[in-house]
């Protein structure tokens, strides 16, 4: 694997091996360029096929789906099926393998993702979710969490391809309990993130000893603030993304894709 590296990289890894060497609280926060060897094409990507003349950010909105829900719903079953198939790449192994070698050796790991892929749990990461889950639905009236009848016998909460499958799966659903319609469980530009998943991200990038940005523009707000926040804090940040982005709070930048980069920082941390 090391032989893929090229000697500038390979003394990267080793200072941000180095770095983490020893440190008992570590905080990673991945972003959609993380999934990006899986499949998934990035939010900065441009759309594709029927999509291509949408933005996301302008589809991802209260406001998009007070105008036109059809349209909105119809997209994320569009991405549903996308994200459908798509496994896990290297990187989610690897930061996989990591927090569960951390978990035995006493370690705190905590993996916060703006993903709402389930790309990370399919890895068999534990893993807090700050923009939602691409598996969830609910109203967007009473915000009751909607199941499909279809689903309600199932116990887990794995993607709803129920919903994606049936035929008219572009069609608006509506809430038995109020009428409203059912839109996806995902935090839309504008709106608040989920309360619990926040305060343990806040606290973990407030506490950690080192932070670790994985695959994103570092754009978004909040979520792009916990840099800041665990380097107030006295942490030292690493960044590993290919291309530049706006976080300057970073000490040490490893360019290149994560799902090279993760497996041989993983395997010279663990040993393994
Ligand atoms: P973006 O699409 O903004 O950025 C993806 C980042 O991944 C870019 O900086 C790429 O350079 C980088 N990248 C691409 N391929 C990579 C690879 N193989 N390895 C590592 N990095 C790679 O995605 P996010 O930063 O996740 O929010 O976007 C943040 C939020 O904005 C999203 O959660 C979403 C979005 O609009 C909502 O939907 C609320």
Not at 141 to 154: E, G, R, V
Request: hydrophobic share 40%; net charge negative.
């Amino acid at each position: 694997m090391l032989a893929e590296l090229s000697p500038a990289l390979i003394a990267e890894v080793h200072d941000a091996a180095k770095l983490l060497a020893s440190k008992q609280r570590i905080c990673l926060l991945t972003g959609a360029g993380i999934s990006a060897e899986s499949g998934i094409p990035t939010f900065r990507d441009k759309q594709t096929g029927l999509w291509e003349n949408h933005r996301a950010e302008d589809l991802a909105t209260p406001e998009a789906f007070a105008c036109d829900p059809a349209l909105v719903w119809s997209w994320y079953q569009w991405r549903r099926q996308l994200v459908a198939d798509k496994k896990p790449n290297p990187a989610h192994k690897a930061l996989a393998y990591w927090q569960h070698h951390a978990k035995a050796n006493h370690q705190q790991l905590t993996l916060i993702t703006q993903n709402v892929d389930d790309l990370h749990e399919q890895a068999g990461s534990t893993v807090v979710h700050l923009h939602g889950n691409l598996a969830r639905n609910r109203c967007s009236q009473c915000q009751t969490p909607y199941t499909s009848a279809s689903n309600h016998s199932k116990d887990s909460e794995a993607l709803d391809n129920s919903d994606v499958d049936r035929q008219d799966a572009e069609t608006l659903i509506t809430c038995s309990h109020c009428g409203g319609y059912i839109r996806p469980d995902i935090v839309w530009f504008g709106e608040s993130l989920p309360v619990q998943a926040w305060q343990t991200a806040e606290e973990a990038a407030a506490d950690c000893e080192v932070f670790i940005s994985i695959g994103t523009s570092s754009l978004v707000y909040p979520a792009a603030g916990l840099a800041q926040l665990a380097k107030r804090n006295g942490a030292k940040v690493i960044e590993i993304n290919p291309n530049p982005t706006p976080n300057t709070t970073v000490d040490m930048i490893i360019k290149e894709k994560a799902g090279i980069i993760m497996p041989v920082l993983v395997k010279q941390i663990t040993g393994s």
